[in-house]
């Protein structure tokens, strides 16, 4: 299990230099939930980070159209991707 996480740490600190963005701050689930809800009735855009099943960190930039019942569904920084993520799994928010 220990084994597992730290291949996850290894793979996403080597991607970090290769990411764009802003350094995004860990935060509370519960204020992840309010700024996501915040950004969907804006329609604005913020930065996520957040982890993904094999515990690899990424982020992106992302549009949320609708945060609900423990969940966000919105697009991704390109646009033509439609995602839905657990809020659970997201790691933090900062404003785009």
């Known amino acids: 299990m220990i084994a597992h ?3 996850g740490e ?3 600190a080597g ?3 290769n990411n764009s963005g802003p350094r995004i701050p860990s935060t509370d ?3 992840t939930l309010a700024m996501l809800q915040d950004a969907a009735a ?3 855009s ?10 690899a960190l990424h982020r992106t930039l992302f549009q949320p159209r609708r945060a609900d ?6 697009v991704v920084s390109d646009g033509s ?3 839905t993520f657990s809020i659970h799994r997201i790691t933090g928010v900062a404003p785009a």
């Open 29 to 31: 689930p519960t204020v």
């Open 81 to 83: 991707e439609s995602r």
């Open 69 to 74: 019942g423990g969940r966000v569904t919105g």
């Open 10 to 12: 290894q793979a996403s």
């Open 46 to 55: 913020v930065w996520i980070g957040y982890s993904d099943i094999d515990g």
């Open 5 to 7: 996480a730290r291949r």
């Open 15 to 17: 991607r970090a230099a």
């Open 42 to 44: 804006d329609r604005s």
